[in-house]
T-cell receptor
Framework: AQSVTQLGSHVSVSEGALVLLRCNYS??????LFWYVQYPNQGLQLLLKYTSAATLVKGINGFEAEFKKSETSFHLTKPSAHMSDAAEYFC???????????FGKGTKLSVKP | GAVVSQHPSRVICKSGTSVKIECRSLDFQATTMFWYRQFPKQSLMLMATSNEGSKATYEQGVEKDKFLINHASLTLSTLTVTSAHPEDSSFYICSARAPSVLWAESSYNEQFFGPGTRLTVL
């Protein structure tokens, strides 16, 4: 069975600082991995996805994530935080094209001026 | 990108009434749609998966007689919360997935999410 663990329910950084949101997964087969962002009272927007191509994935808004099979991780990073990055971030895993998405519990990112 | 809409965005109803939420894929045909429920400050929990023209598949613990799902066309799925009670108050989000043949490899398996519906049952 697949599962996703997001370390840290709340991360706070200063504007301009590095953003690091952690995600570890468990999967018995090569996974598809996703990061979504959710702003208050809105749906989910896809930031980036890993689908067995390049291990370093670049997404929208300057975010990127690296798939590390040996560490079963897919951490999300951004070199310099912006106030507009404040939101809830969800990591998700699915088993291939037909699998449902399994979401982590989410990490709330706060950005201080 | 693909757009999914939900209507209404917010609904307040009295206990005992039924509420219908619509999910539409605006610029693509969705063979599969998903309904999620999100409690405050929690993650999304999959409620059910619906395929056009067939019965929905409900996740364990979700009452199919209470949460009626209809996927009558390739662009519309509806979720009806029957005899709603305060504990049904939540944020309901739908997503839609298009047939893989329509997408390039990079879009494989991608679900497109609606903006959500906030249900408050008094």
């Amino acid at each position: 069975a697949q599962s996703v663990t997001q370390l840290g329910s709340h991360v706070s950084v200063s504007e301009g600082a590095l953003v690091l949101l952690r995600c570890n997964y468990s999967s018995s087969v090569p996974p598809y991995l996703f990061w979504y962002v959710q702003y208050p009272n809105q749906g989910l927007q896809l930031l980036l996805k890993y689908t067995s191509a390049a291990t370093l994935v670049k997404g929208i808004n300057g975010f990127e994530a690296e798939f590390k099979k040996s560490e079963t991780s897919f951490h999300l990073t951004k070199p310099s935080a912006h106030m507009s990055d404040a939101a809830e971030y969800f990591c998700a895993v699915s088993l291939g094209s037909q699998g449902n998405l399994i979401f982590g519990k989410g990490t709330k990112l706060s950005v201080k001026p | 990108g693909a757009v999914v809409s939900q209507h209404p965005s917010r609904v307040i109803c009295k206990s005992g009434t039924s509420v219908k939420i619509e999910c539409r894929s605006l610029d693509f045909q969705a063979t599969t749609m998903f309904w999620y429920r999100q409690f405050p400050k929690q993650s999304l929990m999959l409620m059910a998966t619906s395929n056009e023209g067939s019965k929905a598949t409900y996740e364990q613990g979700v009452e199919k007689d209470k949460f009626l799902i209809n996927h009558a066309s390739l662009t519309l799925s509806t979720l009806t919360v029957t005899s709603a009670h305060p504990e049904d108050s939540s944020f309901y989000i739908c997503s839609a997935r298009a047939p893989s043949v329509l997408w390039a490899e990079s879009s494989y398996n991608e679900q497109f999410f609606g903006p959500g519906t906030r249900l408050t049952v008094l």
